[in-house]
Structures are given as C-alpha cells and as structure tokens.
C-alpha cells in the first residue's frame, strides 16, 4: 500500500501491519512497544516526513496548542423526516463531541452512516477514531470495520464489539425508578422495556430493588423486541402489549418505562384510551429527551446530563488515540430524577385504572 504525505495514522498502522494504537504509543512516547517495532513506526513517520510536534500531546493540545493531531469521526443522526425530536437530542450530543474534539487538537468530520452511507464511507476509510453519538444497526458497524478494521471506536447507549461505551447509570437509573415507586406506596407495577441491553438492565435493576424495598409488590415486565435493525421499535406491537396489560386483571398504578420511546409511545397510547396520567395511572419514564417538559402532562424521569454524554465520548476517544489504554471501557454516567406531573403517590390516586375481571 502506498502511503501519501496526508496518511493517517490508521493508513501507518495496516501499511506495518500493526495496530493504530501501537503507531499511537510511538509518536506520542507512550506504552510499551518493542524496539523492532519502535524503529519500523519511526522508519514510516521520517519517509512521510511526519514531525513529533504534528503528534502533539493531550495536555498541549487542551491548552490550546494542538496542531490537529488526529482524524475523528463523529456519527450521528443529522436530520431527517419524522425523526425531529431524536435529531434535536443527539445533534447536542454531536456538538458537545465535535467541541470537545477540536479542544485536544483533533480533525472532526461529520457523518451518518446510517442515512448517508457512501459519504461516510469515504470518512471512515481515512480516520484514525470514528465517535457514534446515535444508535447504529449491526451493518453499519460491520461496515465500519472492514473499511477501517484498525481504527479507534467509541459509542454513545449501545454496546458493540471491541468499542468502548458511554451511557448513563442503568441499573442506577432502575433502581432510583424503584425507591420513588416504594416511597410513593405503588404496590402494583408494571416496565415497559425493549429488547435492548441497557433497557434490560434498568427493568432488572428495577424490579430486584422494588422487591427488596417492598417485598409483597407485584410487579409486570411487558418486554417488546426490536425491529431487525436492532435499534428501533415496531408502534403498533407497543401498543398492543399496552392494551392486553390493561384488559387483564393486573391492577397497575405506576407505569415505568425504560426508554425514551417506550416512554413516549405509553404516554400516548394512556392519552389516546382515556386514561388519566396520573390521576389513573402514575407514569415514570426514563431518558433526557427536552420535549417531555412540553407536553400536556410533562413526564417525571430518570435522566442524565446530555452535554456529558458527548464529552466524555471525545475525551474516551483521545484517551485511546493515545494509547493510555489498550482495552475499551465502559463509562457511566450518573443518572438524576427529573420531576414533572405524570408521577403521584397511590394514596393520591382514587380513580386508579380498573382492569377487566
């Protein structure tokens, strides 16, 4: 393989045959590397004419004397049709990324993989880190790596193989879900939770504190599957596992629902049936979407900082770019309830939800 003036740090690493951290623990006089492998990367470097400041460190590239050391990716929803809500929370999940990146010297390039492939694409195959600021589907990552096998990977929510991840607390956040139902006398519960593993998660971490807080609690997990993508939901079938809970004989009077959508989907379909939030039924939800404060009833949640989602996915792809780590981690982000007026004690509901006999 060629190399040209402009390679990448990658294009260094699979023209040796090493891996992009390893050129990284070189240039940046980092980790452990072996001297054949040292003077093989050093060798690359002075025949592309490449100078140790243009790799500038961390700490000068924060205080501002970075010289654009790396090539990042930064993928995420920009914009499309119906999708206005999930577009406004993960573009300020981009930019606090793309800020954060520029802040330690990095080259940032936009993409989204998902609605512009091939654009991406031609990103993807020079970069040294790509960032996921939004959920991808299995073929966007297999894609990912077979163009740029040796690059860096970071994701926001959504674990993948290989990549180091960034999210909110789950079992914190289930758990805090379970002590405001317990401290608010809900005896009768049910979550609402997807096939997704951090959903998962906040479900379980719910329902084993809400038993160990109230042990005569009944609780009911309505579990729905995602569409083949593997990131989105399918409304109707929601919806139907809504209506069979409410015909059964389960007398529910708090609702959790693990995620953003399911959250909003059980919103509307309680409104659309005439159910009264909360007077009814009490509805807790999960996410830090902004438009919750302005609906009709705006939802209480267990939320997380959405600005800190995306510096600490810039600043976990600079940790691994400079090879002061060589295993992805998982980071968790501390989770907080936000109050709205779809949450109330039992004792202040009367006219719970009667279910058929």
């Known amino acids: ?87 406004d929370f993960y573009a300020r999940i981009a930019l606090a990324t793309v800020r954060r990146l520029e802040e330690a010297g990095c080259q940032v390039e936009l993409s989204d993989l998902t609605r512009q492939p091939e654009r991406g694409a031609r990103a993807v195959s020079g970069a040294d880190a790509i960032v996921f ?15 740029n096998p040796g690059m860096v990977r970071v994701a926001a929510f959504h674990a993948q193989p290989r990549a180091s991840l960034v999210g909110p607390d789950d079992v914190a956040a289930g758990g805090m879900a379970a002590e405001l139902a317990a401290r608010g006398g809900h005896r009768q519960v049910a979550v609402l939770a997807s096939a997704h593993a951090s959903h998962g998660l906040r479900a379980a971490a719910f329902v084993a504190r809400m038993r160990e807080l109230s042990p005569s609690a009944q609780v009911a997990v309505l579990s729905y599957p995602l569409l083949p993508d593997g990131i989105h939901s399918d409304d109707a079938v929601i919806d139907g596992l809504l209506a069979a809970h409410r015909a059964s004989s389960f007398p529910t009077s708090l609702l959790f629902a693990t995620g953003g959508h399911a959250t909003l989907r059980a919103y509307r379909f309680l409104r659309a049936q005439g159910i009264a939030v909360p007077g009814q039924i009490a509805l807790l939800g999960f996410d830090a979407l902004p438009f919750y404060d302005h609906l009709d009833i ?9 600005a800190a989602v995306g510096q600490r996915l810039a600043e976990e792809a600079v940790r691994l770019l400079a090879g002061e780590a060589e295993e992805p981690a998982r980071i968790l982000l501390p989770c907080t ?21």
């Open 1 to 87: 393989m060629a190399m040209k003036p402009r390679s990448s740090l990658n294009d260094i690493a699979r023209h040796l045959g090493i891996s992009a951290m390893t050129v990284s623990r070189v240039v940046n006089n980092s980790g452990a590397v072996s001297p054949d492998t040292r003077q093989r990367v050093e060798d690359a470097l002075r025949e592309l004419g490449f100078r140790k400041d243009r790799f500038a460190s961390i700490n000068a590239s924060r205080r501002g004397g970075g010289s654009g050391s790396w090539s990042v990716v930064v993928d995420a929803i920009l914009e499309a049709e119906g999708e206005r809500d999930a577009y």
């Open 133 to 147: 600021c939004s959920p991808v589907g299995d073929d966007v990552v297999r894609r990912v790596t077979t163009l």
């Open 298 to 306: 705006p939802i209480t949640r267990i939320a997380f900082g959405v």
């Open 337 to 357: 309830l936000v109050e709205g007026r779809s949450f109330v004690d039992a004792a202040a509901m009367p006219d719970r939800v009667q279910h058929a006999p």
